[in-house]
């Protein structure tokens, strides 16, 4: 635990770095710039302004929340928290294109005091993604609330990924790929294996999607991975 | 090409439709957006924050500390410092805290100055006591759930604590 306090103190640089490499390669980011304006309005008082920030982040809290399997009181407490902490912060923003980044940072350090408080242990991340067991404690999800066969089958196959595989994905889902490197950070990850265990984690999916002899499309199951 | 047997060949693309079948099955609370919008009426600009810089449950003594259900916290701002401990008795709190001058000044004696603190809930002002010569105040019978301080005076301008869940 105090190897990952760690991580989370000192990830500040190395996400800026990664982020800028990501940037850098997909080019100019759209719907970034509006974070700052957005920002800057709330910190000026306009509740407009800050609802819009509401809306497009509160998946990300949840799923910060559900990625530490913690339940939907506990979740609503860390949402709550992490919400007040950036009104505290407002007008103080410095990086406000990292916003998703420090909005995941401050949501996993809440998640860790309720698991602190009840005495559970974050599992943490290990080089070893694959050698771990599916996740055996995460909620059932009712499947009959998709109607599409294909989204039924696919959530099938994420749910047999290894904990630490379900953990960072369910995080990144809930955000654009531009904040796939600072969210990683922000969820613990070490710097340096942020892209490639992102990256096997889809490949074991697509593999699992390609071995559950549901007919999907095979052109696209050989995917980037 | 079926499109309902089609998986997205772009990573980016499988994680949308990931995100898309997450939000179907497990989304936020529909009452998560609401709580959300409401807190902006917490937002106030003229407070100056004053940050948690300890906390005994986030510390390293952490587990020996939940043990006993008392929690020593530690704000501060660049003119106050608030020092709070917590005792927890069921679902009630007692509060026992002091506010002091972070750089104490050398001209205005402190004494003078006569301190209000303010316990707030996300409901409103819930209590408010008088900090007593040696910035001593207390607060009795809190209820369990999110909190702060504000510290006003005549002379100055509010000072706020970081919201915590006690």
Known sequence: MKALEGQVITMAAGTAQEWRSTRERDGAVPGQDDVARLLERAAAGEQAAWNEIVDRYTNLLWSVGRAHRLDTAAINDIVQTTWLRLLESLGRIREPERLAGWLATTARRECLAVLRHGRREDAGWSDDDFAELPDEKAPALDLSLLTDERDSVLWSCFVKLSAQCQKLLRVLMAVDPQSYAEVSAGMGMPIGSIGPTRMRCIGVLRKLVGDSGYPFDAASQGGRT | ?166
Not at chain 2, 17 to 26: F, S
């Open chain 2, 1 to 166: 090409m079926n499109a309902s047997t089609s998986l997205p060949a772009d990573d980016a693309d499988l994680m949308a439709l990931l995100g898309g079948i997450a939000l179907a099955l497990d989304p936020p609370p529909a009452n998560s957006y609401d709580i959300g919008y409401g807190l902006f009426s917490l937002y106030r600009m003229e407070d100056e924050l004053a940050a948690l810089v300890a906390d005994s449950l986030t510390s390293a003594g952490a587990v020996r500390a939940s043990t006993t259900d008392v929690r020593m916290l530690s704000f501060e701002s660049s003119e106050l410092t608030v020092e709070v401990q917590s005792s927890r008795i069921g679902d009630r709190i007692a509060i026992l805290g002091q506010v002091f001058e972070t750089e104490p000044s050398q001209s205005a004696p402190t004494e003078s100055v006569v301190r209000v603190v303010y316990l707030e809930t996300q409901d409103g002002i819930q209590a408010s006591v008088v900090v007593d010569a040696g910035g001593r105040f207390e607060f009795d019978d809190v209820p369990a759930g999110l909190v702060r301080f504000r510290v006003a005076s005549d002379e100055t301008s509010g000072v706020a604590t970081a919201w915590t869940q006690l």
